[in-house]
């Protein structure tokens, strides 16, 4: 079971962060945050190895939104600063096994969270 929270609204140029609490959180897993927004296909967004900690982020992202971990929470956070309206969409919590390298495409995730929204004005 994964569970998200820390969407909501904000300015264009403000920061949020997400966090997901996971039940499947294992070593050789890779999680990962994905969005999609209303009438769009869904998009990876960044991933993340529980087993090591090595991080890929989505071109879109890159600089401004950062993946990491609590492994004592198995707690994965997506910071996101510098918010553009753009980034508008609901954001999803994904668990998928580690298969020598973390993707952010969506068919290696097995586990889904329900999503929360992140809307920017």
């Known amino acids: 079971q994964l569970v998200e929270s820390g969407g909501g609204s904000v300015q264009a140029g403000g920061s949020l962060r997400l966090s997901c609490a996971s039940s499947?959180?294992?070593?050789?897993?890779?999680m990962a945050w994905f969005r999609q927004a209303p009438g769009k296909e869904r998009e990876g967004v960044a991933a993340?190895?529980?087993?090591?900690?090595?991080?890929v982020h989505a071109n879109s992202v890159k600089g401004r939104f950062a993946i990491s971990q609590d492994n004592a929470k198995n707690t994965v956070y997506l910071q996101m600063d510098s918010l553009k309206p753009e980034d508008t969409a609901t954001y999803y919590c994904?668990?998928?096994?580690?298969?020598?390298?973390?993707?952010?495409?969506?068919?290696?995730?097995?586990?889904w969270g329900q999503g929360t929204q992140v809307t920017v004005s």
């Open positions: 499947e959180y294992k070593q050789n897993f890779c």
């Open positions: 994904a668990a998928g096994f580690w298969g020598g390298t973390c993707t952010i495409a969506s068919w290696t995730y097995i586990h």
């Open positions: 993340i190895y529980v087993g090591g900690g090595s991080t």
